[in-house]
């Protein structure tokens, strides 16, 4: 069997899957974004912490103590991702959930994509650029409005004059508890976890294929990089992540 037929093979298995199962849950990581035109992570010379250590522009303690240097960074981010737009792949899930073949999206990313395709049952476990917040009077002020306030300063500050913070989990920071527990539910009730674009090893969202597992779920992987769980999925798709859910949604007849 050569490569293009066992790729097809493999989709009408998972479409198979799909159909056939009480609950499916996606969870997305940073590949689903990349042909949206957003880089992933850590791809040697591409990835976004490639030529900048995410220890000294993106911990909660650079936040606190070099507030012009972190902004630099998150500054130029907010700007980057602010205009960029859902890709097939996240179309392809928004299908499903609409044909009730998908219960929830929980996202690592902070792009709003997912927002932005229409999915409905989103959990962003590390939170996403829509705002940014006060930690000192709790104020939040939205994304558009941050920015129009970095093109005034170089830090964005609340109007009690105290620096903003992005309402993303910065390194250093635990994730929201309500978000995380949401998310754990719904992988113990998962009959299928459907893992796109991410690499299965930032923890503790790493860990929800594992709880799947163990509650007597199957997981299914589509991204191009390896994870820790290839070996224990289900089927494992390693395609471009929008041409293979492209044709997932055609083979489950959405």
């Known amino acids: 069997m050569d490569g293009e037929v066992a790729a097809r093979s493999d989709v009408a298995a998972l479409a198979e899957l799909v159909r056939g199962a009480g609950s499916v849950v996606a969870l997305t990581g940073a590949g689903i974004s990349v042909p949206s ?34 902004w630099s960074f998150y500054g130029h981010r907010f700007q980057t991702l602010g205009d960029k737009e859902p890709n097939a792949a996240h179309r392809a899930l928004v299908a499903l959930e609409r044909r009730g073949l998908l ?3 929980i996202t690592q990313n902070i792009d709003m994509l997912h927002r932005r395709a229409g999915t409905q049952e989103l959990i962003e476990v590390h939170g996403s650029i829509a705002s940014c917040s006060c930690l000192s009077c709790g104020a939040r002020v939205a994304s558009d409005e941050v920015l129009a306030r ?3 300063a170089t830090v964005p500050s609340c109007a009690c004059g105290r620096p903003l913070k992005p309402d993303v989990v910065l390194f250093g920071e635990f994730l929201p508890e309500q978000a995380l527990d949401r998310a754990t539910k719904l992988a113990a009730g998962a009959d299928l976890l459907l893992c796109i674009g991410s690499s299965l090893e930032v923890y503790p969202v790493a860990q929800l294929p594992g709880i799947t597992l163990r509650h007597g779920g199957s ?4 991204t191009q990089g390896e994870t820790p769980y290839d070996g224990r999925a289900v089927v494992r798709l390693r395609g471009d992540v929008a ?8 083979a489950v007849g959405v």
Not at 51 to 66: Q, T
Not at 219 to 222: D, G, L, Q, T
Not at 243 to 250: G, P, R, T, Y
């Open 37 to 70: 035109g957003i880089p992933d992570f850590r791809t040697p010379g591409t990835g976004i912490w490639a030529n900048v250590d995410p220890m000294e522009v993106a911990h909660i303690d650079a936040w606190r103590e070099d507030p012009e240097r972190f």
């Open 103 to 105: 219960d929830a999206v």
């Open 150 to 152: 970095l093109g005034e």
């Open 219 to 222: 997981v299914a992987i589509v």
């Open 243 to 250: 041409v293979e859910l492209e044709a997932l949604v055609a």
